[in-house]
């Protein structure tokens, strides 16, 4: 089975604090893709990566960056963490070369962090 | 533009009666397709794919869903709810070119209840 690992399942960070929320799958999957989820807003994509330190910017990558230094790992970075990206965020990755196949995402049990 | 709508935001049913979850897609091209689900604080996980093979496709835990072209719907039944299927559903869809987005389109979701 493939799995994806997310290194926290709970977070609670202060405003300003710099944040990471690492991501890794054990299945060489090339793609690998950062979400939020918000009630309401739906699953939104903030990064994205189809190779080792390769990363494309997603609907919504402001105060947010990310590395991919291995394949298996995708690591989120909050800069300067802020109320407003209290959420609930999902890591996923996928098989297949170029981020444009027809192969479904396999994704992480999602950290949800709370920011104070 | 492609787009995938979710006919229902909540449905309500009795364990052991059937259960059925509206998805409808938009697309110019023939797309994958997926439903995921989502218990409360967990990832998606994959329940079904549709990859331009068979029409009717099975998935985990009783689940199925039909691929009609004509009527562009890929709804998921179930002959007989169980407690545990309560949770949130997700209808995806494959995107056909490149952008911010990745290559998922998913719908806004669909909560199931289950009333004993």
């Known amino acids: 089975d493939v799995k994806v690992t997310q290194s926290s399942r709970y977070l609670v960070k202060r405003t300003g604090e710099k944040v990471f929320l690492e991501c890794v799958q054990d299945?060489?999957?090339?793609?690998m893709f950062w979400y939020r989820q918000d009630p309401g807003l739906g699953l939104r994509l903030i990064y994205f990566?189809?190779?080792?330190?390769?990363?494309e910017k997603g609907d919504i990558p402001e105060g947010y960056s990310v590395s991919r230094e291995k394949k298996e790992r995708f690591s989120l970075i909050l800069e300067s963490a802020s109320t407003n990206q209290t959420s609930m965020y999902l890591c996923?990755?996928?098989f297949g070369q170029g981020i444009w196949s027809y192969n479904e995402q396999f994704f992480g049990p999602g950290t949800r962090l709370t920011v104070l | 533009a492609q787009s995938v709508t979710q006919l229902d935001s909540h449905v309500s049913v009795s364990e052991g009666t059937p259960v059925l979850l509206r998805c409808n897609y938009s697309?110019?091209?023939?797309?994958?397709l997926f439903w995921y689900v989502q218990h409360p604080n967990k990832g998606l996980q994959l329940l079904l794919k549709?990859?331009?093979?068979?029409?009717l496709v099975k998935g985990i835990n009783g689940f199925e869903a039909e691929f009609k072209k004509s009527e562009t719907s890929f709804h998921l039944t179930k002959p007989s709810a169980h407690m545990s299927d309560a949770a949130e559903y997700f209808c995806?869809?494959?995107?056909?070119?490149?952008?911010?987005?990745?290559?998922?389109?998913f719908g806004k979701g669909t909560k199931l209840s289950v009333k004993p």
């Open positions: 996923a990755s996928s």
């Open positions: 299945m060489d999957h090339e793609n």
């Open positions: 990566s189809y190779d080792v330190k390769m990363k």
């Open positions: 697309s110019s091209y023939s797309p994958s």
């Open positions: 549709y990859t331009s093979a068979a029409t």
């Open positions: 995806v869809v494959t995107r056909n070119y490149g952008g911010s987005q990745g290559n998922l389109i």
